[in-house]
């Protein structure tokens, strides 16, 4: 027999499971009406929907009647402000130069013109290769920088303190969201890029002085090979003259003072030509050193053909040197890269514009319970204690670096007026430069127009006379040690002319009127 047994429960329990139910049943209808009710952020109510539909539509476009215009005249070529052009040819014909030093000896000692002395230097001078490493190295700070950006940025991945300067100054914020920090990751680069600026204008400078110092060696050499072979054709007619005075004077024709007088021109002639052959062992040793060539190296003539340029003009010099001068653009990197170090300086130190707040989660979007209030994601209004400054001072651990803002702002305002220093010096050295060119230039064309060809008719017109017994000897010796003095003079100022140049574009800091 089975006995059923009735399910009885407690009548209090009964009694509470009842009144559960049905205050969760009466809570579910309060629920959907609060849903309903519920509306946006003020921001998004302010934009009605109505700003989201389409355009009306474009008419059609009409077309229209083109008349045909002659085109507008292409504008002038800007003149070539680099500080050395080579030619290409010549550059790829003397490319075996920078590592054979026979094939520069070669180069060197069957002749060889001033553009060629020039890309030698460039190929082979020591000091010039030991500033484009050093420009090199600059250039590897931008990969270090990189490299240390990825570092930190691995870093930020295990804690949140890293940069404290950086993101909202409130409890608990998440400065790893804000990592990588793109304005301080630019300034880094900008930095950097400034820095290597300056390097390069440094590269510049050095290349600059090399070239300005080959082209000097190059008309000296030039000028004591002229001076060399002009002392000893005129050894040679002091020589022969000196015979025939000596003839003159034992046949009793002649004076015992002519023949004192060309025996002690005699005597300086024959010492000058020592003197002449040493000074251009010097000069020799001079090009040899640019070139990082040994001792027993022979240098040959250098070519006596001068490119004619035209004389510029000091307003347009001044224009060119003002922007071209190497000295002038590495100032103007260090102030923009102390510009950008007190940007950053800035940054750290004192708080932004912006609370960072919209960079955080909505943590109280989270929190919103049925019934209760529903703050917006975003906060529409200053918080109360950001209003009363709770936010607003120095961030932490930074206020020792007030002190090195200020180092930068002063060190800024010198590099500024050094600017200014520099470049009025730069005016100065324009228009003492241009002064020499045009003297040079001036002298040189006298010499070679009117005393020369002077100078030669006369030796001409005097030995005819002398020959014919019409001259003495004493005027016949004048005659030619006015000779003499003309020809080294206008050897000197060819020389001259050249050293100017080389100096006039070192001043500007780029080459002038070459093609």
């Not at 960072?356 to 929190?367: I, K, M």
């Not at 209003?387 to 932490?396: L, M, S």
Request: hydrophobic share 45%; proline share 7%; with cysteine.
């Amino acid at each position: 027999m089975i006995f059923r047994r009735s399910l009885k429960l407690p009548a209090p329990l009964l009694i509470f499971a009842t009144l559960l139910a049905s205050s969760g049943c009466s809570r579910y209808p309060a629920l959907l009406e609060e849903w309903e009710k519920a509306r946006p952020p003020a921001y998004i109510e302010e934009s009605s929907l109505t700003d989201l539909s389409p355009p009306p539509s474009l008419p059609a476009p009409q077309p229209k009647q083109v008349e045909w215009q002659a085109p507008e005249p292409l504008p002038e070529s800007i003149p070539e402000r680099a500080l050395f052009s080579p030619d290409p040819a010549l550059l790829q014909k003397l490319a075996p130069a920078a590592i054979d030093g026979d094939f520069t000896a070669a180069r060197l000692a069957s002749g060889f013109s001033l553009a060629d002395f020039e890309v030698l230097v460039l190929l082979r001078n020591p000091a010039l290769h030991a500033a484009e490493d050093e420009f090199r190295a600059v250039v590897e700070r931008y990969s270090q920088t990189s490299a240390l950006n990825d570092v930190l940025s691995r870093y930020v991945a295990l804690t949140s303190g890293l940069e404290t300067g950086v993101g909202a100054m409130v409890p608990g914020a998440n400065n790893a969201g804000l990592y990588p920090f793109p304005g301080l990751i630019a300034l880094r680069g900008d930095i950097v890029a400034q820095e290597v600026a300056e390097a390069r204008e440094s590269l510049a400078i050095a290349r600059r002085d090399i070239l300005a110092a080959a082209r000097r060696a190059f008309w000296e050499l030039f000028y004591t090979r002229q001076t060399h072979a002009i002392a000893i054709r005129n050894y040679d007619v002091v020589d022969s003259l000196k015979n025939t005075s000596a003839a003159s004077y034992a046949a009793g024709t002649g004076s015992f003072v002519d023949l004192l007088r060309v025996d002690l021109e005699h005597g300086l002639m024959k010492e000058a030509i020592p003197v002449r052959l040493e000074e251009l062992g010097v000069r020799e040793a001079e090009m040899r050193a640019l070139l990082d060539l040994p001792l027993p190296v022979t240098i040959g003539a250098p070519d006596e053909t001068m490119a004619g340029r035209d004389l510029p003009a000091t307003a347009e010099l001044e224009k060119i040197a003002l922007t071209a001068r190497q000295e002038l653009r590495a100032l103007r990197a260090r102030i923009a890269k102390a510009e950008l170090l007190i940007s950053m300086a800035e940054a750290e130190i004192h708080p932004g514009y912006s609370f960072n707040l919209s960079a955080f989660p909505a943590r109280d979007g989270a929190r919103v319970m049925p019934g209760g209030a529903r703050p917006d994601s975003f906060p529409s209004g200053i918080p109360a204690a950001a209003a009363e400054g709770a936010v607003t001072p120095r961030n932490p651990f930074y206020g020792l670096n007030e002190g090195y803002l200020r180092e930068t702002r002063r060190t800024l305002a010198a590099l500024r007026h050094r600017l200014t220093a520099e470049e009025a010096n730069t005016r100065s050295l324009v228009q003492g430069a241009w002064y020499q060119l045009a003297k040079a230039h001036r002298e040189e064309r006298l010499y070679r127009d009117k005393v020369i060809p002077l100078a030669r008719t006369d030796l001409d017109t005097t030995t005819a006379s002398y020959e014919a017994g019409g001259v003495t000897f004493a005027q016949m010796l004048d005659v030619y040690s006015r000779w003499f003095t003309a020809t080294l003079a206008w050897r000197r100022a060819q020389a001259d002319l050249g050293v100017a140049w080389a100096g006039l574009e070192a001043s500007v800091g780029a080459q002038i009127g070459r093609k």
